[in-house]
């Protein structure tokens, strides 16, 4: 059973998917009878604050809305709360007779459910902390993949297949910014799309590996020659021989959150300095470069199934286990065969605060594209939302006499 009142939270970067996960706990919860179900304005920083909305009196038709909707509902935050932080926190849940915690987040989420937990054992409180993934970076540790992901992975995949066309109507260069801080699976979803040999991207840059400048003009000269024109995506957190993100060396005047983390993906910097390295080394006049920014995150409209679905039931198997386990934890999504998943609760320790990377079997030898067995492991995901292009096959006329002769 569920003891005290619950409480929900989102944390982090916002998702297409996210609320499937709120609407999924809130509702089951409600099933199994909780004293209350409470929701979090703007996760931690919510609950310091005690603004508090009482989930238990939403009705079920609104509440499905919602959950098709995409970005944060309950609104999110960028604090990193520390032991001080969750002391405060622990103090208000023990005020409000709190005593089941959902946090909906990546991987700073769940650190702060481990302290949480350790804070309850302390006292003796008997406080149930249990973390429902998402994010876009896929970078959850034991699980499969990640809620949120799918949907990303698809709004990149369509985009460029989108910008695939454009570029093969209107030759040129043309250099992609995708997100991911330390892993590039979101950035490598941006070869799902391809269907014919000389569709792009044609190179693909990931943070799992050194970036060089150098080498990299090289290459766009290569495919720019075999192809007449060339498609770059790239990952926000590419990085040099010494570990220090490209972003950074383009200015020392870098903004920061409270994670400490570089903004890489607020400007369009990385980009500028790309295409301007193209343009200054080829020659080649008609280079373009976009960052995606907060567009891959919540796009409306662009959503896998797979993802609503499972985002869904992570919520629900997250107030199952609270209520059956009898142990805090993670939960975990794992692959079954072809493709299936089981739902897992994992220990905290395992996944708070570490960060999973794409591993080599998904990264060509040549660090610039991804490998089959990374697509195979993507389609899925994305399900049948990716749209067939197609080409004309019309024979050239052939003219004897040209009047350009």
């Known amino acids: 059973m569920l003891h005290g009142k619950v409480l929900i939270a989102q944390g982090g970067g916002p998702t297409a998917?996210?609320?499937?996960?709120?609407?999924?706990?809130?509702?089951?919860?409600?099933?199994?009878?909780?004293?209350?179900?409470?929701?979090?304005?703007?996760?931690?920083?919510?609950?310091?604050?005690?603004?508090?909305?009482?989930?238990?009196?939403?009705?079920?038709?609104?509440?499905e809305q919602v959950?098709?909707?995409?970005?944060s509902a309950l609104g999110s935050t960028r604090d990193k709360p520390d032991l001080a932080y969750c002391q405060e926190i622990f103090r208000v849940l023990k005020t409000h007779d709190i005593k089941t915690f959902f946090y909906i987040g990546g991987n700073d989420s769940s650190d702060t459910l481990r302290i949480l937990v350790d804070e309850g054992q302390k006292v003796n409180y008997?406080?149930?902390?249990?973390?429902?993934?998402?994010?876009?970076?896929?970078?959850?540790?034991?699980?499969?993949?990640?809620?949120?992901?799918?949907s990303a992975a698809l709004f990149v995949a369509r985009a460029f297949a989108g910008i695939n066309m454009d570029n093969r109507a209107l030759p040129g260069v043309y250099v992609g910014v995708v997100m991911g801080r330390h892993a590039g699976f979101l950035t490598a979803?941006?070869?799902l799309a391809r269907q014919f040999d000389d569709d792009g991207p044609h190179l693909i840059y990931l943070p799992?590996?050194?970036?060089?400048?150098?080498?990299?003009?090289?290459?766009?000269?290569?495919?720019?020659?075999?192809?007449?024109?060339?498609?770059?995506?790239?990952?926000?957190?590419?990085?040099n021989q010494r570990g220090v993100p490209i972003s950074n060396t383009i200015s020392n005047d870098?903004?920061?959150?409270?994670?400490?983390?570089?903004?890489?993906?607020?400007?369009?910097?990385?980009?500028?300095?790309?295409?301007?390295?193209?343009?200054?080394?080829?020659?080649?006049?008609?280079?373009?470069?976009?960052?995606?920014?907060?567009?891959?995150?919540?796009f409306l409209g662009c959503v896998s199934k797979i993802d609503q679905l499972e985002a869904r039931e992570v919520g629900i198997k997250a107030v199952q286990f609270a209520a059956n386990a009898g142990r805090d934890g993670?939960?975990?999504?794992?692959?079954?065969?072809?493709?299936?998943?089981?739902?897992?609760?994992?220990?905290?320790?395992?996944?708070?605060?570490?960060?999973?990377?794409m591993g080599d079997s998904?990264?060509?030898?040549?660090?610039?594209?991804?490998?089959?067995?990374?697509?195979?492991?993507?389609?899925?995901?994305?399900?049948?939302?990716?749209?067939?292009?197609?080409?004309l096959q019309a024979p050239a006329v052939q003219i004897e006499e040209p009047l350009c002769l």
């Open 254 to 298: 870098v903004e920061r959150d409270a994670h400490g983390n570089v903004q890489l993906s607020g400007t369009g910097a990385l980009a500028d300095l790309l295409t301007d390295a193209i343009k200054s080394s080829t020659g080649i006049k008609r280079v373009r470069g976009d960052t995606f920014g907060y567009l891959q995150r919540s």
């Open 67 to 71: 959950a098709t909707s995409p970005c």
């Open 189 to 191: 979803a941006s070869a």
């Open 362 to 391: 998904f990264i060509a030898e040549s660090g610039a594209d991804v490998t089959p067995a990374f697509i195979q492991y993507c389609r899925p995901l994305v399900g049948d939302e990716l749209p067939a292009v197609a080409r």
């Open 126 to 150: 008997g406080l149930r902390c249990i973390h429902i993934p998402k994010t876009i970076d896929n970078d959850l540790m034991i699980s499969d993949h990640t809620p949120g992901f799918p």
């Open 208 to 239: 799992e590996r050194n970036f060089d400048l150098d080498n990299f003009v090289n290459d766009v000269k290569s495919a720019y020659h075999k192809y007449g024109r060339c498609i770059i995506a790239v990952s926000e957190g590419i990085h």
């Open 330 to 357: 993670a939960i975990t999504i794992h692959r079954v065969g072809d493709y299936a998943v089981d739902y897992r609760l994992t220990e905290l320790r395992d996944v708070a605060g570490k960060t999973k990377l």
């Open 17 to 63: 998917v996210i609320n499937q996960s709120l609407v999924g706990a809130v509702q089951e919860a409600r099933r199994w009878k909780a004293d209350g179900v409470y929701g979090a304005m703007h996760g931690v920083s919510g609950i310091i604050n005690e603004k508090f909305v009482d989930l238990a009196q939403e009705s079920d038709v609104n509440l």
